[in-house]
């Protein structure tokens, strides 16, 4: 391919370094917050920033772990583990390497395309969820304390405990790199603009944690009250030699119900969310270079299954990364090898340095991670598309807080469907794409004929990318269709920018009532 022949160039080699510079405290933070040793997160990011390379796949984007997946990671850990954290760690990465197995056989028969049709409702609830989870356990470790509850609602529920027997010092840390965080952004000068915060977190909290005494252990008086201080829990700690590092994986519960469960998760929400990574970073390509989906799956596949053999958590195409990635200037998949090769070379050569971070550091990162998948702004964006859209949000994003991520997009799943049928989709059409194409000199205009919803959306998409090549205009009618959702709509209105050469116009919908005002609310008519 010739995307692995072209040489590095300067652009790419600078991109990859200030990724690497992102990538560093966040890979450490998501491997600690999913209840694995810090250094699987960098050995993860490794194997995709070297390895992924070389497969294929999206050029922009960086493959490493996600906070989305903290949620399912630590919820193998300590499913499979029970009391002992180890072993469940152990059985994880089992878990792992066959749900990369998986990924591998989804890319094979291109479920790149349907992963394309998720809800976006369900999609931000998910998210939601995750940002919310997130948030609700390393509240806990940014105050120094360590809770008694592990679910969601109980971790909320013991925040005011934890805020009341916090750890001043711990807690210092830990808020001083939430201001940096949250503060930055609003910075005018050029230096914020062009310096990571992340970096400037570990370069204002690295040294404040040492004048504080992190590194030594031992007691202290705040207030006339004795706190303690000790490294071993509140510093990274990592291995001094990277190959002792290396684990691998137990398959001796792989077949138990728990596993499978996670297997599913794993693969699914890891793909799902990979992809749609993928998807959002085409449309911020400068050059607009369509990804093959499919391809970037298998590359994904391949490393997770790769990553788990030697003790790494999941990797999917990142989007925080893979923006800055793109802000940098990065032009090809270089730059995703880069960032892998400057955390080899840390992990390796200095990781006595990277000991001395502190966790309430990396916890004030997660955190404001975190308030970017559950912002408010969320909220707001899916009311504005409808008042059934907000309901299947909150739906995914509650079902998910009281169970697990794998039943709360089901269940958001089913009652978008469930909405569709009551606007008068026929349920035995649902599944069924029925487009009649007539064709023109220079355009082809496409009728839908019956619901065009999520979950037939594939066969109308596969209809407009064939057509694209050959004519300057397509023209999607949904004059005769009863019911047209959201996400049909968002999905063709992100469609039409990737298209450089033709012109995607949708209309037909004059006579359909509408959830709001915004163009892609959801429209439906009565027969």
Known sequence: MRQNTTPPSKSDITAGFLVFLIALPLCLGIAGASGVPPVAGILTAIVGGLLTKFLGGSRLTIKGPAAGLIVIVLGAVTDLGGNDLVAGYHRMLAVGVVAGVIQIVLALVRFGALAE??????????????????????????????????????????????????????????????????????????????????????????????????????????????????????????????????????????????????????????????????????????????????????????????????????????????????????????????????????????????????????????????????????????????????????????????????????????LDVTIHCANGAPPGKMWKTIVEEHHGEDEVKLCVHGPGVFTNYIGLAKAIRENAPKVTRIYVDFSEACVVDHTVLAKLDALKASLVETDLVVGGLDAHKSSTHAPTSSKWKRA
Request: charged content about 15%; cysteine-free; proline content about 5%.
């Open 117 to 414: 049709a998720m809800p976006a409702s369900v999609v931000r609830g998910m998210l939601a969820a995750i940002g919310v989870i997130i948030m609700s356990k390393q509240a806990h470790v940014l105050l120094g304390v360590k809770p008694e509850g592990k679910e969601p609602v109980h971790l909320i529920q013991e925040l005011p405990h934890s805020f009341a027997h916090l750890n001043p010092y711990v807690t210092l840390v830990g808020v001083v790199a939430l201001v940096i965080m949250f503060g930055m952004p609003f910075i005018k000068a050029m230096w914020a603009k062009s310096i990571p915060s992340q970096l400037v977190v570990l370069a204002v909290t690295v040294p404040l944690a040492m004048l504080l005494g992190f590194h030594d252990k031992h007691d202290y008086l705040f207030s006339g009250a004795s706190y303690n201080l000790d490294p071993a829990k509140f510093l990274v700690k990592l291995p001094l030699n990277i190959l002792s590092a290396i684990t691998f994986p137990d398959f001796s519960q792989i077949l138990s119900a728990t596993s499978i469960k996670y297997i599913i998760m794993f693969s699914i929400v890891g793909s799902i969310e990979s992809l749609l990574t993928v998807s959002a970073v085409d449309a911020l390509d400068p050059e607009r270079k369509s990804s093959d989906l499919n391809k970037d799956l298998l590359a994904t596949g391949i490393g997770n299954m790769i990553a788990a053999w030697i003790g790494g958590i999941p990797m999917i195409s990142e989007v925080v990364r893979s923006r800055s990635n793109i802000d940098n200037g990065a032009k090809t998949s270089w730059a995703n090898f880069a960032h892998g090769a400057f955390l080899l070379l840390a992990v390796a050569l200095i990781p006595g340095v990277l000991m001395k971070i502190p966790l309430a550091a990396l916890a004030g990162m997660l955190i404001f991670t975190g308030t970017r998948l559950a912002h408010v702004n969320e909220l707001k964006h899916v009311l504005n598309v409808g008042r059934e859209q907000l309901a299947v949000f909150l739906v995914t994003m509650i079902v998910t807080l009281l169970s697990d991520l794998l039943i709360g997009v089901a269940a958001g799943l089913v």
